[in-house]
């Protein structure tokens, strides 16, 4: 107790308050490593990788497509970098940042140190959640970016909607001719065409059918482009998704349709080859199995008993690119006469319907198809063949071109074409086609 007279020292007791934390995250750029190329074809033909390299897929100016292969797919990666900035008080040491979609089916996380009032950092991430199907996310997700550090979690701003793709499996190279790999637009339909499926057998199966109704082509075709539309159709792949490539206007080729499947296939890591089906050196032009031949053929030709004459054709360039007329020849029965006019014995249907071309043209002097799992795709009129040309043959050719004659003269309503020309048909059997294996991937 203080007696009166002494000293009294004054002391002032306060309750220090903690000081505020505060933490405030940003992502301001992703990049995707999972070593798939992509490429656009701008207008005029440049392709251009995407994201050029070096650069972000995501960031708050710019969104760039990026493949992945699905959870659980043959050679799957998962690496991401995630850039992120801080601002903060009182949370210094480990953070962890994760990415989520609303229903969990992607996840992205990875671990970083927070210190510093300000600063950023790259986060070396993870997918720890994938689709286990192939998916399209080519119209953007959103994914809700979180931060927890020192007891706190915090929303981290940007990072989202992304532009995503999930293959079945690691793409193979591209190797049956000079594109890159691999084209966006492709990617698109690939993963679009085979979402859903997981494993090659189903994912060959998806792609297929946009090529085949079980029976033949589809007609129309889920691009829009249609098979020769005119004699100047698109050859190559890279015309064919270039933005002013006139694919629309001018058709795909026999090439372009089956490089297509093509890439989609190799886009999910299925190997296939292309092959190319060409003429015999003694005839000129194989015919499409889209000829009615007579149930007695009666040779023209008494030299050729069994060389039958198929028509009298004018060129066009709309389908199915010829058009028949009547004829003016005359029979050569060897003697050097003109004997009784010409019999035809084959006569041209409407047309096989090829993609999305319900009226196709008459023959080819070469085809391109497709090689997978030892069976042979053609991929313009939808049919699955034994690996034999021989085969191939009986169930694709009517017969073989092997020359033509000129009219004299041919009439048509008020205008006058000289010249159209005349086919010999051969039948089939007499003839083999000649293989040429192309690339494969």
């Not at 015999?280 to 199995?289: G, I, N, P, S």
Request: glycine share 12%.
């Amino acid at each position: 107790m203080t007696q009166l007279g002494e000293p009294v020292h004054v002391g002032v007791v306060t309750d220090k308050k903690p000081e505020a934390k505060v933490l405030a995250v940003a992502v301001v750029g992703i990049t995707f490593k999972s070593g798939i190329k992509l490429f656009e074809v701008a207008k005029g033909g440049a392709a251009s990788e995407v994201p050029p390299s070096g650069t972000p897929h995501w960031t708050s100016k710019a969104i760039h497509p990026a493949v992945y292969v699905r959870e659980g797919g043959r050679g799957e990666t998962k690496d991401v970098v995630v850039q992120v900035q801080w601002s903060q008080k009182g949370h210094d040491g480990s953070a962890k940042l994760e990415g989520r979609t609303r229903d969990g089916s992607i996840v992205i996380a990875g671990d970083f140190s927070i210190s510093g009032q300000r600063g950023k950092a790259d986060v070396n991430c993870t997918f720890t959640k994938k689709p286990d199907k192939v998916t399209n996310h080519g119209g953007g997700i959103t994914l809700r970016w979180t931060v927890k550090a020192g007891g706190t979690t915090a929303e981290a701003a940007g990072g989202s909607p992304l532009r995503l793709y999930f293959v079945d499996a690691k793409p193979r190279p591209i190797g049956w001719t000079d594109y890159k790999e691999h084209y966006v637009r492709v990617v698109d339909w690939a993963t679009r065409w085979a979402a859903g499926k997981a494993g090659e057998k189903d994912v060959l199966a998806a792609l297929w059918s946009k090529f085949s109704d079980g029976k033949g082509a589809q007609v129309p075709h889920v691009t829009g482009f249609a098979y020769w539309k005119t004699r100047r159709c698109i050859q190559r792949l890279d015309k064919l998704v270039q933005p002013d490539g006139g694919a629309y206007k001018l058709g795909w080729s026999c090439r372009a349709i089956a490089h297509t499947f093509m890439e989609c296939l190799a886009l999910h890591g299925i190997q296939c080859k292309e092959v190319i089906p060409n003429t015999a050196a003694d005839t000129e032009m194989f015919l499409v199995k889209n000829w009615d031949v007579a149930a007695k053929p009666v040779p023209n030709w008494s030299a050729h008993p069994d060389v039958y004459y198929a028509g009298t054709w004018l060129s066009v360039d709309s389908p199915p690119l010829n058009r028949p007329v009547l004829t003016s020849l005359k029979q050569d029965p060897g003697t050097g006469k003109p004997g009784p006019a010409l019999r035809i014995d084959m006569r041209k249907r409407s047309g096989v319907p090829a993609q999305g071309q319900p009226l196709a043209p008459l023959g080819f002097s070469n085809h391109w198809i497709v090689e997978v799992g030892g069976k042979l795709y053609d991929t313009s009129y939808g049919g699955v063949h034994p690996n034999s040309m021989t085969d191939y043959a009986n169930a694709s050719l009517s017969g073989w071109l092997l020359g033509v004659l000129n009219d004299t003269e041919v009439k048509t309503g008020w205008l006058r074409k000289a010249r159209s020309m005349a086919w010999y048909a051969h039948a089939i059997g007499k003839h083999s086609l000649i293989r040429y294996d192309g690339a494969s991937n």
